[in-house]
């Protein structure tokens, strides 16, 4: 856990302002300005035709609860000299006003202390602190070295620096600088830190302390691509260090990367390129880092770069129109949250850049650069903004990202799109993963429906159509059903019922116009509603949804009424509706509304449909074409129009807005299930670089213990996934019918970041390969589905914890095994392998527990162990058996020939059921001699006739052996000594002798 220490002083008296977030009102994400829906609220503006940009966007939460925002101008015709202006709102972000101009400062960052605020930022290439005591009307003057002129620039050094973030640590508040040699190139930076103790006078340049600093290298990259770094974020990392993590500018077509850089004092950092350049989808524009004890996580907001507005011909830093939240457990590996804002419509005029922020509560609050339409000709281009804006993030620990799918039936897949927070649709991918599907490619996608686990699935209309499940990432599961073997007529519409079935409706092929019910589990399909039934007949339905009544609605196309069925029998309760073909039909479960589409004489309507009968309309003009699907998302309506390739948004009476294009017969359209943070799928169609996080869903390689890598349906072939880092991982999935092989100079750490769970190994079909190095630092659970094996080719450290193995399923080894104490369990099902080229070091034990499916009987064999003769003289320290019943034993002398072991019948001296006749037995004997009646074996009754006597005595005498002759050499069983053994003899005679007497009395 990273230490309160990392909580700034400029922020501790915000949390008393964050007591009362709760209250703060909801806040439209989209600013109208001049006509044009501007993504965030406008804090200012500037027309292009004035020649001059808004730059440096700065943000603090005062302990009133106020909001400043402050931000420089520069340009050809920015006023001179050059200002900062600083903006103030009181009602949490919806209104701004401008209260101060500070004249002759750029690039600077906001800080509060209590009531006191600074701006630290560049004067005319000098560091410069201003001062206010009055929330940011009035400023000081840094006119000298006591007054706030920190760093003098002079012949031989001009400062450089961003809105960057300070933090406090160790008794001192630190914030990251540059320098260059005035008139140098802005490649030249060298990077240090300055500190200054707390409590000291910011304003005083001799309380400051600077570090020595480094200019970066181009060579630090391959092919000399590390162009230069700046704009430094100063941050306590997990080992509660100082690093500076910076903000790299690499060349065109290069993977985006950031360097950190290690704070050893006030006075000294260092930073080696071998080992502290990381990979950082975002890192070659500005961004603020800070960490949140809550999520125990670090956060920013990135410029990220997807394969939508991915251009190699532009530098990466000029990727600017798509702002992501990103998270890190480590500082090292970076994941996107959720976007946040994106317009992909122009990527060279428009930009969102350089986000300031801070926590407020369960928000956070940030402040943007932003190039954007204005109505007045735009921005001058992406990086020169014409405005500022403010932005909230709701929830930023707990809320997902809002997704939907919509089925783009014509072109034959299935798209995925992301709600941003300013209500875009952001193309995240297709999403099914991969091209083939249990033979063949989707075929005219229509139907679409999610189940409560996730679980998404495609009906295809068209004859010989299936109906596909996938799980939540893409990855293809199985074929639910298919006509003409389950059902016929062609799927239209899917819905999952109450009770976890899944309902179809059939409108079109052979033998339609019906509904049926599907059992997801078994794929048995069943006639729910037939194309007659008692009261009436189907023709031609479409969509069907179920309401909270639990009964089924269906949209009866030509016979021209929606329609009232019950949901558990399919009997027939009435019409609900007459309407000119009704095609679109959903449940808004949020405000409980039935709504339904039709067309009338060609133009759509689209109603909210009473649960008495009758309508109100929700829309009714021409200008769109059939609505087949219709969607709510958090309270807006959608839907698709078939015959236009787009979908509709409605925003209020007879009022739209196109939310996307370029769709060739859209079909159904759901909310989805955002794609899980805590597994990472495989997305390429082959070979690639685990390295490359476009390789994986959303953008987000796997590469920390909370995350598992799957590696699904991707591929149509074969394919090798290069490795060449060290990666934490909770676990690898593996589901394809392909094989994948992770190769390479990589080692996987296998790693459960939640404590008291293990890490996983999931195989559910096909070999697959890990020819790189597996070390457990946890336990790990291998889960083996039937037929399916995972070979280890390369080390194997177990590393002292326990692997499990469970299922029909193989694990194999074909490389260097290593216990160092650890443990191999396995249920049974399947036996643990060694393969040819293995070499075992068995220092540690081999267990074995039982599937609850396998009998312990007398006379029962399981094989255990696979390729014992690749073992050599190797043995496990010791093998753990689960107990059995009276008189049964383990035998255990033919494992280490070929691994198997067999439920033996004791011999009659082995009371404890060893496997053995020893001093053990006796004592049992011993303690229970002269019971009477209702003896048994395990009280030392050697010949099952009910008491403890001589004659049990005399069978143990004559089977002792003192130690387990079934058992090998691996026994935990120690031999008494000869000399040990006469005098337990000797020791059992007495016994004999006592019993004589007592017979020669009667």
Not at 161 to 178: A, K, Q, Y
């Amino acid at each position: 856990m990273v230490g309160l220490h990392l909580i700034k002083v400029g922020v501790i008296l915000v949390a008393l302002a964050s007591l009362c977030w709760n209250s703060a009102p909801s806040q439209a994400q989209i600013s109208e300005f001049n006509g044009v829906e501007v993504p965030g609220t406008v804090v200012a503006h500037i027309a292009a035709s004035n020649d001059y940009k808004y730059n440096s966007p700065s943000i603090a939460i005062l302990p009133d609860g106020t909001y400043l925002i402050s931000h420089d101008v520069t340009g050809n015709n920015a006023p001179t000299p050059k200002p900062t202006y600083v903006h103030r709102s009181t009602d949490q972000g919806q209104t701004w006003n401008q209260i101060s101009t500070v004249n002759s400062l750029t690039w600077a960052n906001l800080y509060n202390i209590g009531n006191d605020v600074y701006l630290m930022g560049n004067s005319g290439g000098s560091f410069v602190i201003y001062k206010s005591t009055d929330g940011g009307v009035n400023w000081t003057s840094p006119v000298s070295s006591t007054t706030g002129r920190i760093g003098q620039s002079n012949a031989t050094t001009s400062y450089h620096t961003g809105p960057m973030p300070l933090v406090e640590h160790d008794g001192r508040l630190w914030r990251s600088i540059e320098t260059r040699i005035p008139g140098g190139s802005s490649n030249d930076l060298y990077a240090g830190v300055m500190s200054i103790a707390i409590g000291d006078d910011l304003l005083d340049a001799s309380n400051w302390t600077f570090s020595n600093r480094i200019l970066s290298q181009d060579s630090w990259l391959p092919g000399n691509a590390f162009n230069s770094w700046r704009e430094g974020n100063v941050v306590v990392d997990r080992d509660e260090n100082l690093v500076n993590l910076i903000r790299v500018d690499p060349p065109k077509g290069s993977q985006e990367v950031a360097a950190i850089m290690r704070v050893q004092d006030a006075n000294t950092i260092t930073f080696d390129p071998n080992n502290d350049i990381i990979d950082f989808n975002g890192g070659a524009k500005k961004f603020t880092i800070r960490y949140d004890a809550g999520t125990d996580r670090y956060w920013t907001f990135a410029n990220i770069i997807t394969p939508y507005n991915a251009d190699p011909t532009v530098l990466p830093s000029s990727h600017r129109n798509i702002v992501a939240l990103v998270e890190s457990p480590d500082l090292r590996n970076w994941d996107v949250n959720r976007i946040v804002v994106q317009d992909l419509s122009d990527m060279e005029y428009i930009g969102f850049q350089y986000w300031d922020w801070q926590f407020e509560g369960a928000d956070m609050v940030a402040a943007s650069r932003t190039a954007y339409p204005d109505g007045l000709g735009g921005a001058i281009r992406f990086h020169d903004a014409n405005f500022i804006t403010f932005h909230r993030v709701e929830d930023f620990a707990t809320k997902r990202p809002t997704q939907s799918l919509v089925a783009d039936t014509n072109n034959n897949r299935v798209m995925r799109y992301e709600l941003t927070e300013t209500n875009q649709w952001m193309p995240v991918g297709q999403f099914e993963l991969g091209n083939s599907f249990a033979g063949t490619g989707l075929n005219k996608p229509m139907g679409l429906a999610k189940d409560s686990e996730g679980h998404v699935y495609i009906g295809e209309q068209t004859d010989g159509g299936r109906v596909l499940r996938f799980d939540s990432s893409g990855n293809f599961l199985n074929v639910i059903a298919t006509e003409g073997v389950g059902f016929t007529g062609r799927p239209e519409s899917l819905v999952v019922g109450p009770t976890g079935d899944l309902y179809m409706s059939v409108a079109f092929g052979a033998n339609s116009d019906k509904v049926y019910k599907i059992d997801p589990s078994t794929g048995n399909a069943s006639v729910f509603i037939d194309t007659n039934f008692s009261g009436g007949s189907l023709n031609n339905p479409r969509a069907i949804a179920f309401g909270d009544d639990g009964n089924l609605y269906v949209a009866d196309r030509e016979n021209n009424v929606f329609r009232r069925f019950d949901g558990m029998t399919g009997a027939f309760l009435g019409d609900l509706y007459t309407a000119d073909n009704p095609e679109g039909l959903v449940w808004d479960e949020f405000q409980s509304k039935l709504i339904g589409a039709y067309r009338d004489g060609g133009d759509a309507n689209l109603v909210e449909l009473g649960a008495a009968g009758g309508a109100s309309t929700l829309y009714n003009v021409s200008d769109i074409g059939r609505a087949l699907g219709i969607v709510v998302i958090e309270g807006d309506i959608y839907w698709s129009d078939w015959d236009n390739g787009k979908v509709y948004k409605l925003k209020g009476t007879n009022m739209l807005a196109t939310s996307l294009a370029g769709l060739s017969g859209p079909g159904h359209l759901i909310e989805a299930d955002p794609i899980p943070i805590g597994e990472r799928s495989w997305t390429h169609s082959g070979s690639s670089n685990w390295s490359d996080w476009n390789n994986w869903t959303y953008w987000s390689r796997p590469d920390s213990p909370a995350e598992v890598a799957m590696f699904g349906s991707a591929i149509s072939s074969n394919a090798t996934i290069a490795l060449d880092a060290t990666y934490e991982l909770r676990g690898l999935r593996f589901r394809d019918d392909n094989r994948y092989t992770i190769s390479g100079a990589g080692q996987i750490i296998l790693e459960s970041e939640e404590a008291g769970s293990p890490a996983i190994l999931d195989v559910q079909e096909q070999y697959h390969y890990l020819d790189v190095d597996v070390l457990m630092t946890d336990d790990v659970h291998a889960t083996m589905g039937d037929g399916a094996r995972l070979y280890f080719e390369a080390e194997l450290d177990l590393g002292g914890n326990q692997l499990f193995s469970f299922g029909p399923g193989r694990l194999w080894v074909s490389g260097d095994f290593v216990m160092n104490g650890g443990r191999v369990v396995v249920d049974g099902q399947s036996a643990f392998s060694f393969g040819t080229n293995s070499n075992a070091t068995l220092d540690g034990d081999f267990q074995f527990i039982p599937d609850e499916s396998l009998s312990l009987a007398l006379g029962q064999s399981f094989d255990l162990l696979n390729g014992v003769g690749y073992l050599g003289n190797e043995t496990f320290d010791d093998i753990l058996l689960p107990a059995l019943p009276s008189g049964l034993v383990w035998d255990l002398s033919s494992f280490y020939n070929d691994g198997i072991v067999t439920v033996a019948a004791a011999a009659a001296g082995d009371f404890d059921s060893d496997g053995d006749v020893d001093a053990d037995d006796l004592a049992i004997w011993q303690s229970n001699f002269g019971m009477n009646a209702g003896a048994e074996r395990t009280n030392g009754d050697a010949d099952e006739d009910g008491d403890v006597d001589g004659m049990d005595l005399l069978a143990w005498q004559r089977q002792f052996t003192g130690a387990n002759p079934l058992t090998s050499q691996a026994s935990s069983q120690v031999v008494p000594e000869p000399g040990a053994t006469l005098l337990f003899l000797a020791h059992c005679a007495a016994y004999v002798c006592s019993w004589s007497r007592q017979l020669s009395r009667f």
